[in-house]
């Protein structure tokens, strides 16, 4: 709907393109406000508020806010709402939680079960052969690794994770078939990453890559979980891909557990009863 409206400027008045860019600065406020504070904001009259909705192909104001409206919910990635050394508290809380939301929601988009399914079918056979399960990530993806870690190892899986190069080449030297082993990494491009995902492949081990499209990480897996956002690297840019990272984990994390099934429930609950009684009252 905006690449439309963006599209659209040149043809548009003067007074409507002003409107325009009102909405493509800031989609999720234009749906909300009163046509008396758009038109102040865009410093045209109410009528040319309207000409412009018609103008690009709706009937009046209330249906162009009902499907802009429609589409910032819907997770439509409009345009990456980049940090200004002007803004204020309030438009940094609000430009990093809609990147954010827009990245998972356009993955939400754009995921392929079928890719998860193949995934969450290696990690099933790994676990029910009592083979090893590894994560491997370097700098942020190092995070989500350990944190990966974490959330299978409450579901009673053994797994390792590595955030050292030298050590995740050690590591896949050792792994064998059926084993499995996770890389992770936004760019993929880290060295020591790739020789480790084709070592570990090489011996037999199904790889699964979480990395974004095209990188040369993507090809080097037996199976790739494409998450694909652009990082900025200027001071400014949230670190919107390793959150998305920690969410596609949590997606296998969740497959797994659905597939060991009932006699997960008694072993979560003795943990947190455990957990519990180590606290203080």
């Given at each position: ?92 809380v609000v430009k ?90 936004n760019s993929g ?62 997606v296998l994390a ?28």
């Amino acid at each position: 709907m905006l690449d439309r409206i963006k599209a659209s400027l040149p043809s548009l008045a003067p007074a409507e393109q002003r409107v325009a860019r009102l909405v493509l600065a800031d989609p999720r406020a234009f749906a909300n406000l009163p046509i008396t504070e758009l038109a102040r904001r865009s410093h045209v009259s109410k009528p040319t508020v309207v000409r412009f909705c018609r103008s690009v192909g709706y009937d009046g104001l209330s249906d162009f806010k009902l499907k802009l409206a429609g589409s910032v919910s819907e997770g439509v990635p409009f345009i990456h709402r980049s940090v200004d050394v002007d803004d204020k508290t309030s438009d940094v809380v609000v430009k990093v939680i809609d990147n954010t939301v827009a990245a998972f929601l356009k993955y939400r988009n754009d995921a392929s079960s079928s890719v998860i399914q193949k995934a969450t079918d290696a990690l099933e056979a790994a676990c029910k052969a009592g083979k090893r399960i590894e994560f491997f990530g370097v700098g942020n993806s190092g995070i989500v690794a350990q944190d990966a870690q974490h959330k299978f190892f409450r579901l009673g899986v053994n797994t390792i994770a590595y955030s050292d190069g030298h050590m995740q080449v050690m590591s896949a030297s050792l792994l064998g078939p059926g084993d499995c082993v996770v890389v992770i990494s936004n760019s993929g491009r880290t060295r020591d990453l790739m020789d480790a995902c084709d070592i570990a492949r090489k011996n037999g081990a199904t790889t699964i890559v979480i990395t974004a499209t095209g990188s040369p990480l993507a090809t080097a897996g037996n199976i790739h979980l494409a998450a694909d956002h652009p990082e900025g690297y200027d001071r400014y840019s949230p670190m919107v891909s390793r959150l998305l990272h920690l969410m596609i984990i949590d997606v296998l994390a969740t497959c797994l557990a659905l597939r060991i099934g009932g006699k997960l429930q008694p072993l979560l609950k003795e943990m947190k009863n455990n957990l519990r009684n180590k606290r203080y009252t």
